[in-house]
């Protein structure tokens, strides 16, 4: 069965510090992958997709980026962290063709930004 | 104007009652819809996929108004473990997989 990891769990970083936040998915081959983050109270915002190793596309401009090194491998990095980038961070896998079965979110990574 | 518009409630209803949530969306070219569940401070989970015949699963049975474009999920005999914020998904095939969320309904079931 395909399992979904994230981590860490939760962090606390000073403003301008970096950030890199992994996700890895196992039991499946060619997913797509996906970068989310949702704001308390709110709904979520897409970040990055990829398709396929090194093929990422960016939603929203921001200080954030994300790369994708192995097939079931997601990374979202940043070199300076704002305070607006607090917030609840989800990955998530679908299978190759679309969404048809909905997605597989990872546990999340809670970040404040101090 | 917001793709995928739900009723952020919350909706405060006492164990055993019926309750509706209703989500509308802006893209006639939408494909796929689905209802997540989503626990405080945890990920959303799959609930259920929404077709165009309604579907039903247990106490939950969700449909699709095209024509209007809203889907809608009533959740009968409500139990305290309904209690969670409940997610509307669209999706437009072509977007490469790519969802828009609604920003949630909130329900919590009472004794």
């Known amino acids: 069965s395909q399992t979904i990891h994230q981590w860490p769990a939760t962090l606390v970083q000073p403003v301008g510090s970096p950030l890199s936040l992994e996700c890895t998915v196992e039991g499946t081959s060619n997913p797509n992958l996906y970068w989310y983050r949702q704001a308390a109270g709110r709904g979520l915002q897409l970040l990055f997709y990829?398709?396929?190793?090194?093929?990422i596309s960016s939603e929203v401009p921001q200080n954030l980026s994300a790369s994708r090194p192995q097939d079931r491998q997601f990374i979202l990095s940043s070199k300076k962290l704002l305070l607006s980038d607090s917030g609840f961070y989800l990955c998530a896998w679908s299978g190759q063709g679309g969404v048809l079965g909905g997605y597989t979110f990872g546990s999340g990574t809670r970040l404040t930004v101090v | 104007r917001k793709e995928v518009e739900q009723d952020p409630g919350p909706f405060n209803v006492p164990e055993g009652a019926t309750v509706a949530f209703n989500c509308t969306y802006s893209n006639s070219a939408s494909q796929s819809f689905f209802w997540y569940r989503q626990d405080c401070r945890k990920e959303p989970k799959l609930l259920m996929s929404v077709y165009s015949s309604g579907n039903e699963d247990g106490r939950f049975t969700a449909q699709l108004n095209r024509a209007s474009q809203y889907i809608s999920l009533l959740i009968r005999d409500s139990k305290l473990s309904d209690s969670a914020t409940y997610l509307c998904?669209?999706?437009?095939?072509?977007?490469?997989?790519?969802?828009?969320f609604g920003d949630g309904t909130t329900l919590t079931v009472k004794p």
């Open positions: 998904v669209v999706s437009v095939q072509s977007n490469a997989g790519k969802s828009t």
């Open positions: 990829s398709i396929g190793i090194d093929q």
